[in-house]
């Protein structure tokens, strides 16, 4: 796996198999666990991890170079997006934090396109399933010692200790919301590996339950939304695997047509469903929120204000939307108007590329090929896309380490690089399962 036969045992290490699957364990722990690293051990440490982690991703795509092929290496949509949100460092009202920021939106795609390259989908969902099976059983045991056993809340993690009560809870991930969402992600995973076959049956079953307690437990209204999505997309994929090939466009049209006939019916019956979920008050306070977003965008909205990520409240325009409000908003709790907001309509539209480009050629190819685990990549975008509308996940950390890697697993399998690449990348993991190949661990 080296890029030559007397590459030393330090470079032997980095292009081995092994040292890829603890590469992709770590930066999956790091990332996914960044607000109990931040709490516990400050942004420092969590910074320095993931910038080591970097540097090690680095030396790692530099032994495998020959396995990689430059013109697949990142999908464009990516490219264009992080290239815009640089550009507005240029006109943000601070110029330094927007470029500090922009570094840790670049850092984290970084590591999630080589986790892309070096493993391939199989091999990504167990190890993300290792670690989410580790978080989740984390944030349980401590909400179990904060609400029954000690019976005391840990504000340091912001636990309230209300599991006793039957929720709301939000484990070692700040929110309930962001645990709901992570719950989610688990459960895709969790039964992908069980159909797979990938771990054993009771480990896979009691995954299952550990995820969906949790995601019952957060109390998450976007929860009920995000399983309904998927849900919805899981029965549509099933059809289309199992539609004949000469029906499947047909079909594939008629979903395409029902799913935006849904979009605006949701919208005109947005009312009913919020009072039905019991989420009334919180979804007034989100408008609330938007409308403020939306009138602070006329000012700038071709090009925005500039990228932040998470808001800094000392800086404009979030310290004004959150003086005007009377609250303290971190995020614009919706990552197309938190987008808009920091990078105009030039960075909506950007980012809708990225997103609708990569769950596009991922359900394409899920529907054409026979192996199940094609599938996770078009409904981890599903639940991706559909959270975005009600909160900003995707823009920071684990969200986008997600979304990135999913936009580079869909673009290797199908994309204009992939007909002009066609013959050239001769390895790599990706390349191999795209063949039935066999795979290392």
């Given at each position: 796996m080296t890029d030559a036969p007397h590459a030393g045992w330090f470079g032997t290490l980095l292009g081995s198999a092994s040292f890829a699957r603890a590469f992709t364990l770590t930066v999956f722990g790091a990332v996914f666990s960044s607000f109990a690293i931040e709490r516990i051990a400050g942004t420092v440490t969590y910074v320095t991890i993931v910038s080591s982690l970097c540097l090690l991703g680095v030396l790692v795509m530099i032994v495998r170079r020959r396995e990689?092929?430059?013109?697949?290496?990142?999908?464009?949509?990516?490219?264009?997006?992080?290239?815009?949100?640089?550009?507005?460092?240029?006109?943000?009202?601070?110029?330094?934090?927007?470029?500090?920021?922009?570094?840790?939106?670049?850092?984290?795609?970084?590591?999630?396109?080589?986790?892309?390259h070096v493993r391939d989908t199989l091999q990504t969902v167990r190890a993300l399933g290792d670690v989410l099976r580790v978080l989740l059983a984390v944030s349980l045991v401590v909400e179990v010692l904060s609400g029954?056993?000690?019976?005391?809340?840990?504000?340091?993690?912001?636990?309230?200790g209300a599991i006793a009560d039957f929720g709301p809870i939000q484990g070692i991930f700040g929110t309930r919301n962001l645990l709901g969402f992570v719950a989610v992600i688990a459960l895709i995973t969790f039964l992908i590996e069980y159909r797979t076959q990938s771990v054993r049956p009771g480990v896979s079953v009691a995954s299952?339950?550990?995820?969906?307690?949790?995601a019952v437990l957060s109390d998450s209204p976007t929860v009920v939304v995000l399983a309904l999505a998927v849900g919805l997309a899981v029965g549509a994929l099933a059809l289309v695997r199992h539609a004949s090939p000469e029906r499947r466009a047909a079909l594939q049209l008629s979903l395409g047509a029902l799913v935006v006939i849904g979009v605006f019916v949701g919208y005109a019956a947005r009312h009913p469903i919020i009072a039905l979920l019991g989420a009334g008050s919180d979804f007034s306070m989100r408008v609330d929120l938007w409308n403020r977003m939306v009138d602070i965008v006329r000012f700038r909205p071709v090009q925005?204000?500039?990228?932040?990520?998470?808001?800094?409240?000392?800086?404009?325009?979030?310290?004004?939307?959150?003086?005007?409000?009377?609250?303290?908003?971190?995020?614009?709790?919706?990552?197309?108007?938190?987008?808009?907001?920091?990078?105009?309509?030039?960075?909506?539209?950007?980012?809708?590329?990225?997103?609708?480009?990569?769950?596009?050629?991922?359900?394409?190819?899920?529907?054409?090929?026979?192996s199940v685990i094609y599938a996770w990549t078009p409904l981890v975008l599903v639940a991706l896309l559909v959270d975005s509308m009600f909160e900003s996940f995707t823009l920071t950390g684990l969200g986008w380490l997600m979304l990135v890697l999913c936009a580079v697993r869909a673009g290797q399998s199908r994309s204009w690089r992939e007909r002009l690449d066609s013959g050239v990348d001769a390895g790599g993991p990706a390349a191999a399962e795209g063949q039935g190949l066999p795979h290392a661990p």
């Open positions: 990689i092929s430059l013109l697949r290496l990142v999908p464009t949509s990516v490219i264009v997006f992080v290239g815009w949100a640089f550009a507005s460092v240029f006109w943000s009202s601070d110029s330094g934090k927007s470029f500090w920021s922009w570094v840790s939106l670049l850092g984290i795609a970084f590591l999630a396109v080589v986790i892309g029954i056993l000690l019976d005391i809340p840990f504000t340091f993690l912001g636990v309230q299952v339950v550990l995820a969906g307690g949790l925005g204000w500039g990228w932040f990520g998470p808001w800094d409240l000392h800086e404009f325009p979030f310290n004004a939307i959150n003086a005007l409000l009377g609250e303290q908003h971190a995020t614009g709790l919706n990552a197309f108007f938190d987008v808009t907001l920091q990078l105009g309509w030039v960075g909506l539209v950007l980012f809708l590329a990225l997103g609708a480009l990569a769950l596009a050629r991922s359900w394409l190819v899920a529907g054409e090929r026979r």
